[in-house]
């Protein structure tokens, strides 16, 4: 197994120590799909809540086709459901273990990493994701009726931020930590993409409907799937247009999940890999990734990427993005045995 390899420096701005024992790769591995798992949770649960109570068609119905696109998931769902109703969709999402990007799937692999990084992480996070790994694989479709949606996804975004907290707060500061952000940064960053993009056009109005009451609560929906809207809302006396909004999730770095503050986040992570921890080598090519990526956003307002092409600038990311996980996987962890079978939308 390989391994990655410490040497002696000031702690940086991460607040990392000198001194530690050295990573193994697949500790490594372990900890950035932990983080982007535990991301997709919560994203999912949001946007299964926002688009039940928010995002509507001509018939008043929730347009549950928007997710199945947000995860370019339309082949695997109309093979499982050809004729799907309302249920279906959240069963897709939610239980059905043969997708391997519903809740119950993903739990099933952030407890199997987080069990194979056990001595990494802290009795507390491992106590939290216990719980709510369990939790999550005993749900059942009765349950969702019983409960209800909002309630359920509550719960889940409640479990996910729990994590977060109990992981910043004890999770010592060391390479298992810096990988662990980076791969939140780059979930972060490709799960924006993909909200910004088929958002965009789902809900982009007709000439006559641009400001009116209808057009406002499509685009408050876009912002709410990102938890974004009190954010956006202090800006005042910004407007709510197509611009405005997209604007704010690819380039305001106030944000906390805008693109631009996670895409400097992992440059930084990558940065104190590289200068502190002797492996410049491995994270080259991805931080000549993430510059081309800032760059671009540096150089173009929300204006300019929607007249040149949102959808093909939002691929575009997309695509740098996962080229940066097949990166870091090739410079780390070539030769490690995965703890899950990789598909391709778990792999995005």
Do not use: K
């Given at each position: 197994m390989g391994d990655v390899r410490m040497t002696r420096f000031s702690p940086p701005l991460h607040g990392m120590l000198p001194d530690l024992n050295t990573l193994l790769s697949r500790y490594a591995e372990n900890m950035m799909w932990l983080a982007r798992y535990m991301e997709r949770i919560e994203n999912l649960a949001r946007v299964l809540e926002v688009t039940e109570a928010f995002v509507r068609g001509p018939d008043g119905r929730p347009v549950w086709d928007t997710i199945v696109q947000i995860n370019s998931d339309e082949q695997r769902f109309r093979e499982c459901y050809p004729n799907p109703r309302e249920d279906d969709y959240l069963r897709f999402y939610i239980t059905d273990c043969s997708n391997p990007g519903s809740i119950k799937s993903m739990a099933h692999f952030v407890r199997e990493n987080a069990r194979s990084a056990r001595p990494l992480i802290s009795t507390e996070m491992w106590m939290q994701l216990n719980v709510f790994t369990r939790w999550m694989l005993d749900l059942s479709d009765a349950d969702i009726r019983r409960t209800g949606l909002s309630a359920l996804c509550n719960r889940i975004k409640l479990d996910?931020?729990?994590?977060?907290?109990?992981?910043?707060?004890?999770?010592?500061?060391?390479?298992?930590?810096?990988?662990?952000?980076?791969?939140?940064?780059?979930?972060?960053?490709?799960?924006?993409?993909?909200?910004?993009?088929?958002?965009?056009?789902?809900?982009?109005?007709?000439?006559?409907?641009?400001?009116?009451?209808?057009?406002?609560?499509?685009?408050?929906?876009v912002l709410r799937s990102a938890a974004a809207y009190h954010a956006f809302r202090r800006l005042k006396p910004v407007t709510t247009t197509p611009a405005n909004v997209v604007g704010f999730l690819l380039k305001n770095e106030g944000f906390p999940r805008s693109l631009a503050l996670n895409l400097r986040h992992a440059d930084s992570v990558l940065g104190a890999l590289s200068t502190h921890y002797n492996l410049r080598r491995q994270s080259s090519p991805v931080q000549e990734r993430l510059s081309e990526l800032r760059a671009m956003l540096e150089d173009q307002t929300a204006e300019e990427i929607i007249i040149r092409g949102l959808h093909e600038c939002m691929h575009w990311i997309q695509e740098q993005i996962e080229a940066c996980q097949n990166d870091l996987a090739a410079a780390y962890w070539p030769s490690a045995d995965p703890v899950i079978e990789r598909t391709a939308s778990q792999s995005q």
């Open positions: 996910c931020q729990s994590h977060s907290g109990i992981t910043s707060g004890t999770l010592y500061r060391d390479q298992a930590w810096l990988f662990y952000l980076l791969g939140r940064h780059l979930e972060q960053s490709d799960q924006i993409t993909r909200l910004i993009d088929t958002r965009y056009h789902t809900l982009l109005p007709n000439a006559a409907e641009v400001g009116s009451e209808i057009d406002m609560a499509q685009w408050a929906s």
